[in-house]
């Protein structure tokens, strides 16, 4: 039995200002200089400045994320939480 049914997750990054991912489940949260996001290969973090999402489709997991990006943050584990907790965490 397959353990590891992971979606494909990629991630590109243009001149620290484009990011493109796919891969995406949920989107935890953002604000302009934080997006947290759920991914098939767990949770991900990007800090910057001005970020802003420009394509959200979780139909096809894509994301597109302008702005500078200073920081990319997977987490080991994919969150458990639900809503209410990753809001308060």
Do not use: C, W
């Not at 590891?4 to 590109?12: A, G, V, Y």
């Not at 489940?25 to 990007?46: K, M, P, Q, R, Y």
């Not at 920081?71 to 965490?89: A, C, Q, V, W």
Request: charge should be negative; hydrophobic fraction near 35%.
């Amino acid at each position: 039995m397959m353990e590891n049914l992971h979606k494909p997750q990629s991630l590109i990054l243009e001149n620290r200002a484009n990011l493109s991912l796919t891969g995406v489940e949920d989107v935890i949260g953002f604000n302009d200089e934080t997006v947290s996001l759920s991914t098939s290969a767990g949770d991900l973090v990007v800090k910057g400045s001005k970020l802003h999402i420009n394509k959200l489709s979780l139909d096809t997991g894509e994301v597109e994320i302008d702005g500078t990006v200073s920081l990319i943050h997977y987490t080991e584990n994919k969150s458990e939480k639900g809503f209410i907790g990753r809001l308060f965490s």
